[in-house]
Every structure is written in structure tokens, then in C-alpha cells.
């Protein structure tokens, strides 16, 4: 079982910059791969970036592309999400998201996730 903690939201003026944090527990959480995943006020949970196990692929909606980086700490059992330039759009929850086994590729289907964290809001004012 893998339990998943967000951090890192808050609120931030357009332009600026903020980096979550998804820590993991779970020993073979650094064997999965992980992926961010970001919910508007009414709208669907849409696919924001992924990183392979190892860290040495990642992929990114076109939207942050350029924007935001994916990256991980296998170490320390966490993966984090770098955004930078934000802008009010990109107002939402923002979820981590783990797949339930190292032989299971990356996805950008949130439905292929099987560890779900409670999220973290971030707010971009215009």
C-alpha cells in the first residue's frame, strides 16, 4: 500500500512561481510511476505531467509545457512539480498520483492510477 501527502499550494500572484511536493510512504514507491494531475472548480481531473520511475522520462500536457518540471527524489520518496510562470488558469487542486506496480508504464489517463493523494489548492491571482 502506498499512501501519497501533497504540499506545497498556496497562493500566488501571476507569473510567480510555487513547487509542490507529493511525499510517499512505501518502500516500492520508488519502483512506480507517478503522476500529477490538477482539478478546476466544476471541470474534470486533467493530466498535468508524469515522470517514470527511474526519472528519466517525463511528459507534460501542452498547456505547461516549457512551464512546469517533473521531477523525483527516489531517496527521500518524493516527486515534485516545478511551476513556474503560472498563470490564473492554472488555478486548480493539484493531485499526485501513483501507479500500483514498477511493471505498469507511465500514463496520462488518470484512470491507470491506483494511489491517489488528497491534493493541494493552488491559487494564481490575475
Known amino acids: 500500500q502506498v499512501q501519497l501527502v501533497e504540499s506545497g499550494g498556496g497562493l500566488v500572484q501571476a507569473g510567480g512561481s510555487l513547487r509542490l511536493s507529493c511525499a510517499a510512504s512505501?518502500?516500492?514507491?520508488?519502483?512506480?510511476?507517478v503522476g500529477w494531475f490538477r482539478q478546476a472548480s466544476g471541470e474534470e481531473r486533467d493530466f498535468v505531467a508524469a515522470?517514470?520511475?527511474?526519472?528519466?522520462?517525463?511528459y507534460y500536457a501542452d498547456s505547461v509545457k516549457g512551464r512546469f518540471t517533473i521531477s523525483r527524489d527516489n531517496a527521500k520518496n518524493t516527486v515534485f512539480l516545478q511551476m513556474n510562470s503560472l498563470k490564473p488558469e492554472d488555478t486548480a487542486v493539484y493531485y499526485c498520483a501513483a501507479r500500483g506496480s514498477s511493471w505498469y508504464p507511465v500514463s496520462r489517463e488518470r484512470n491507470d492510477y491506483d494511489y491517489w493523494g488528497q491534493g493541494t489548492q493552488v491559487t494564481v491571482s490575475s
Open positions: 515522470i517514470t520511475w527511474s526519472g528519466s522520462s517525463t
Open positions: 512505501g518502500r516500492t514507491f520508488s519502483r512506480y510511476p
